[in-house]
């Protein structure tokens, strides 16, 4: 977005424009709408906005100079009439602005890029305010503008560079990240994640079962860190058990200290003898799915390793908070002698949703959904 910062009246007529674009191609696409390259005086990052010297952001200052003829026209002017005709409103700068002279859109937008930004000695589209507020290239304009959208993100390596910056800023490991574009992927952010280890198969056949594990993120073992525990884990086993084809009802419950009548007989376990007694009927003619509430964060989890010892489960979920930090998350899941996979909850609670992934347990689902590309796509982008 572009905004007229000053105007100084002399015989230069410069102005000083703000772009606030989330990368250098952004930004400079935003000026290309506007301004054409013999009119860029200069290009410098500063520090724009805020009250009283608080809260300001780093944007790119273009200064121009409106009073420059193109180099085949130096000799001549053209009627104003012919200007006027060339004009059209521009919603960003709620303005109007000159049109470009013919044969400008021959060159490639990395040329003019080029031209324009080697005053900051810097490879085009390097330039952010920030790793963490990098963004997806936005959509393709429609309309009366849509002639020049094919110059923006022409150039794979750039819109590459952008998706794994963005992937970066959300948390996902280097180790993750390809270093070029996968080979028959198109260079977005959700081909970053096309690669990702897959979790080993949920069981699909009569006699398995499917324990999902949540710890509560209170370290005090009361009633509200139980409680806090079941808004996590019930959720997460009532997904699972949808996607087994499993009825809600029949999700049993293994919880040591807070009693659940609601629960039918048979379905609920406080200690590892009733598990190894009840588990065979949980799984009995159908696929089992059973939601264990473990012992808080930081908490002695021998119980927790018990009961999953007694109940044998064929495949063990374990469900963290994206807020939690990835070191507590490995710790604890080593605690619990280990899982299969994780469901990733409070996904939109963090800026860093993808940092559980250096735990090295693959993820099977975003708050409740698949944890397809597409979906960690979203996520990352909605985050950034």
């Known amino acids: ?8 009246e002399t015989k230069a007529k410069l102005r000083q424009v703000v772009c606030r674009g989330r990368d250098r191609e952004r930004a400079m696409r935003e000026v290309m709408r506007s301004y054409d390259p013999w009119q860029i005086v200069s290009a410098e990052p500063e520090l724009v906005g805020g009250i009283l010297g608080f809260f300001q952001h780093e944007a790119l200052v273009v200064t121009v100079d409106e009073s420059v003829r193109p180099p085949s026209e130096s ?31 021959d060159k490639s937008f990395s040329q003019v890029l080029g031209k324009v930004v080697s005053s900051l000695g810097e490879v085009p589209g390097e330039y952010r305010p920030g790793p963490s507020r990098a963004r997806v290239p936005a959509p393709a304009a429609t309309g009366a503008s849509s002639r020049r959208a094919p110059l923006a993100g022409r150039d794979p390596t750039v819109r590459w560079t952008i998706a794994c910056d963005t992937a970066r800023s959300s948390g996902v490991p280097d180790a993750l990240i390809p ?3 996968p080979k ?51 959720p997460s086993a009532q997904a699972i058990a949808r996607t087994l084809g499993c009825d809600a009802e029949d999700i049993a419950l293994v919880c040591e200290r ?17 598990v190894a007694s009840f588990a065979p009927g ?38 963290v908070s ?26 939109r609670r963090t800026c860093t949703p993808g940092a559980v992934l250096s735990v090295g347990v693959p993820v099977l689902s975003l708050d409740g959904e698949a944890a397809t590309p597409s979906c960690w796509a979203g996520v990352c982008a909605a985050s950034s």
Not at 187 to 210: E, I, M, N, Y
Request: hydrophobic residues 40%; negative net charge.
């Open 75 to 105: 000799g001549s002017s053209k009627p104003v009439d012919a200007f006027l005709e060339e004009t059209r409103d521009d919603p960003l700068l709620g303005s109007t602005r000159l049109g470009q002279p013919a044969g400008s859109e």
């Open 184 to 234: 028959g992927e198109p260079p977005q952010l959700q081909s970053v994640f096309c690669h990702l280890p897959a979790p080993p198969p949920l069981p699909r056949t009569c006699g398995g079962l499917v324990a999902v594990i949540g710890s509560s993120l209170r370290n005090d073992g009361t009633l509200f860190g139980l409680l806090e525990a079941a808004g996590s884990v019930r």
């Open 1 to 8: 977005m572009l905004q007229s910062l000053q105007r100084d």
């Open 258 to 274: 807070m009693p659940d009548r609601t629960v039918a007989p048979g379905l609920l376990a406080r200690s590892p003898a009733e």
């Open 322 to 347: 994206a807020t939690t930090k990835p070191e507590d998350v490995a710790r604890w899941v080593r605690a619990i002698g280990g899982a299969d996979a994780l469901a990733l909850v409070d996904v």
């Open 179 to 181: 270093s070029e574009v």
């Open 282 to 319: 949980w799984r009995r003619d159908k696929v089992g799915v059973a939601a264990v509430y473990a012992p808080a964060l930081g908490e002695d989890q021998r119980w927790a390793r018990e009961v999953l010892r007694a109940m044998r489960p064929s495949s063990v979920v374990a469900v």
